[in-house]
């Protein structure tokens, strides 16, 4: 087993076992009194992470093939949110609303853009373009503001020694 996560309600964990021959998610009481349960069966590819909605009735995940997941512990049928091509998607979370999952995922010039997912209306919007290098969203607790890294600082200086540019300090926070 690896990647536990503790839902915030504090009554379940997830993780993912290889019992199976390949990593599947399953989720069982935090008490350990109970029986686990199996969420994903297709069994085909290496799993990330699980990270639990505020809410404690959802978990995202994504895999090795470059798609990433939502399911509710009520259905336990997992939901395709998006399908990268490039690079796993491997920053993603919830609002604390639980109604949107935030994401990076990458472009074809290697460069990372966030998007927004809504649980509510199943659309993907992005929030940032491939011109810059942008990861790690993150909500504010209030849910007014997504917070996320990006490098678009370029404030370049001339190098001591090679008397070429270079942008030493890149990476800042946005909102």
Do not use: C
Request: charged share 25%; hydrophobic share 35%; net charge negative.
């Amino acid at each position: 087993e690896r990647f536990a996560a503790w839902s915030p309600d504090g009554k379940w964990v997830a993780y993912m076992s290889d019992r199976t021959g390949e990593f599947e998610l399953f989720i069982a009481p935090q008490n350990g009194m109970g029986k686990e349960e199996r969420i994903t069966f297709d069994g085909k590819v290496f799993r990330l992470p699980p990270v639990w909605s505020p809410d404690s009735k959802k978990l995202a995940f994504a895999d090795k093939s470059v798609r990433l997941y939502y399911v509710t512990l009520e259905s336990k049928k997992p939901v395709l949110i998006d399908q990268g091509h490039y690079n796993d998607i491997s920053d993603y979370s919830w609002s604390p609303d639980s109604k949107w999952l935030a994401y990076a995922k990458g472009a074809e010039n290697q460069n990372h853009v966030v998007y927004l997912y809504s649980l509510e209306s199943q659309k993907i919007t992005p929030v940032t373009t491939s011109f810059t290098d942008s990861w790690n969203p993150v909500f504010d607790p209030g849910g007014k503001y997504l917070y996320f890294f990006s490098n678009r600082n370029y404030n370049e200086v001339l190098g001591v020694y090679d008397a070429e540019f270079s942008n030493p300090k890149a990476t800042r926070a946005d909102a």
